[in-house]
């Protein structure tokens, strides 16, 4: 790919994620604060999101393994993981927090185990997407992103 084309490539990749309903407008709040003195901010607070999520992530975990389940701490917990999803901009997957706590709310254990898969499903889908992204805009190198999603 020529050099020249990697910006439009990049832009078309970053609507993908907003048409596609990956992240929302927290996104581009982040992009706002992106500057030339700090160009991959978005991507070190998407690091640190991956990074601490992983814990919160093998609480939710071991808390699914208990039997029965303590619907009350899985639901604090997500609570936590979803203001981290909200924190980037994370739409899909902070949809999916919102179903498993209605699921906790509900007693409901089914509702729970196939909400968190699909919830891990989208937070991995998110994150390759992510990598792509950062890594092709790394690739452009500096530019104004943020702009409103069409």
Known sequence: ????????????????????????????????????????????VATLFYKDSARLLANIDQAMDRTPLDFTKLENYMQQFKGSCSSIGAKKVKHECTQFREYCRAGSTDGCMRTFQQMKREYSALRKKLETYFQLARQAGPSNTATRPR
Do not use: H, I, K, W
């Open 1 to 44: 790919m020529e050099r020249n084309q990697l910006p439009r490539e990049v832009a078309l990749m970053r609507q993908s994620l907003f048409d596609q309903g990956y992240v929302d407008e927290q996104f581009v709040q982040l992009e706002e604060l992106q500057d030339e003195t700090n160009p991959n901010f978005v991507e070190e």
